[in-house]
């Protein structure tokens, strides 16, 4: 017997992560790896979480081993409290809610806006795993333009003649996967005042936001909204935060701030879904967070800022002409727009049978399936060396396709 002819319409819009299939590519021998986005797994503060679980444990693990309430660990709620404070968002625990990783946030809200038919606001490209999140809701997408290129009104005419609305507008605004590139302030104001006019809410992935290695900081959406309206109550932005890519992606520790409101109906949707976060990660990394967080950050710019410049000079030394890519301010990926008519795929392919290169090619990161000519690299768990030689090969196997 099969049961897929009963399945839900919804499993037709999900699909498997390339990225996610890439990374099986690690535990090939020989594989020169640039595609998993994920933190260098030797930069962990593993001692430090050895220490803090012992001690939970030691202090009786009562509490770590019980059910718990599915807003979140308390302390640190309040922890992720005062860290929002310091970069313009000053809120209590009542606005935090704790997720298992912010891939859940985004599933959460996709089921929290979207009705089949409405539209999301993405980028082109976007994070793939946001249209994974988004899909089984079956929403309609159309291009974010922030640039002043597109009316508000526009966007709204062609949502409504799809059966729909604009429910959201989803970004990274800081070193975005994949592209690496960060929204300027003006960009944020302009993508507040749009929010304002359609009456949708934004989505603010800020999972890279700590990872800055030059430049300025420019404060989050929500911080640019709170200062105009005076009150969190009032923002419509909701911002995702993250511990994956600074303490520990496997403990799968992420968090929502927003309007309580937002907060109290994404509890009702944690307490059908798992619950609660499992506790003991949660008390594990707030013991880490207080003791260790502001060094341990200092520690991972330095080091991916040396990663991230040793790429971008490769780039430049081994890429043919007509080959172009953007060039970060922080986070772990690099972009790359390979000329016309060459396909990153069978790019991919080949790199892979020939010169044992791994990348990810750009078209699953764009809601409409173009972008067939780009690439995503990803400098976080290479040595300065392994860039070097990986940015030869890349340049030797693009040079390979263009003849």
Request: with cysteine; hydrophobic share 40%.
């Amino acid at each position: 017997m099969s049961l897929e002819k009963i399945f839900a319409t919804r499993t037709q819009r999900m699909k498997a992560s390339e990225i996610r299939e890439l990374l099986k590519l690690l535990d090939q021998p020989g594989i020169l790896s640039f595609a998993g986005g994920i933190p260098d797994p030797n930069l962990f503060p593993s001692d430090d979480f050895a220490a803090a679980m012992a001690e939970i444990m030691d202090e009786g693990g009562a509490t770590a081993l019980q059910y718990s309430v599915s807003e979140g660990y308390q302390p640190l709620r309040e922890w992720i409290a005062g860290q929002m404070a310091k970069i313009g968002v000053p809120c209590g625990p009542e606005n935090i809610l704790i997720t298992s990783g912010s891939q859940q946030a985004l599933d959460y809200l996709g089921k929290l806006f979207l009705s089949p038919g409405d539209t999301a606001l993405v980028n082109w490209p976007t994070y793939m795993g946001a249209l994974g999140a988004f899909n089984p809701y079956e929403p309609r997408y159309d291009q974010l333009s922030i640039n002043g290129n597109r009316a508000p009104e526009t966007y709204a005419t062609d949502a409504e003649s799809a059966g729909g609305r604009v429910k959201f507008a989803y970004l990274s605004s800081d070193f975005s996967n994949p592209t690496g590139e960060t929204v300027d302030q003006r960009g944020r104001d302009a993508l507040l005042d749009m929010a304002e006019a359609l009456d949708c809410a934004v989505i603010e992935d800020a999972a890279y936001q700590a990872l800055r290695y030059d430049g300025q900081d420019v404060s989050p959406i929500l911080a640019l909204e709170l200062a105009r309206k005076g009150n969190l109550e009032a923002c419509r932005t909701i911002y995702c935060g993250s511990f994956s890519k600074t303490l520990s992606p496997g403990l799968r520790v992420g968090w929502v701030v927003a309007a309580k409101p937002v907060i109290q109906q994404l509890v009702l949707m944690k307490q059908a879904s798992d619950l609660h976060s499992p506790t003991l990660n949660q008390m594990a990394v707030h013991r880490v967070a207080e003791r260790c967080f502001g060094a341990h950050v200092d520690m991972l710019r330095a080091v991916y800022g040396a990663r991230r410049t040793a790429m971008l000079e490769a780039l430049t030394r081994y890429m043919p002409k007509g080959v172009s890519w953007t060039r970060p301010e922080g986070g772990m990926f690099v972009w790359v727009t390979l000329p016309k008519g060459m396909d990153g795929a069978e790019l991919l392919a080949y790199a892979l049978e020939t010169h044992k290169l791994a990348f990810v090619p750009g078209r699953a990161f764009f809601a409409d399936g173009s972008g067939g000519n780009t690439l995503r690299l990803s400098f976080s768990c290479a040595d300065e060396a392994e860039i070097e030689d990986g940015m030869q090969r890349l340049g030797e196997a693009i040079r390979a396709q263009m003849t």
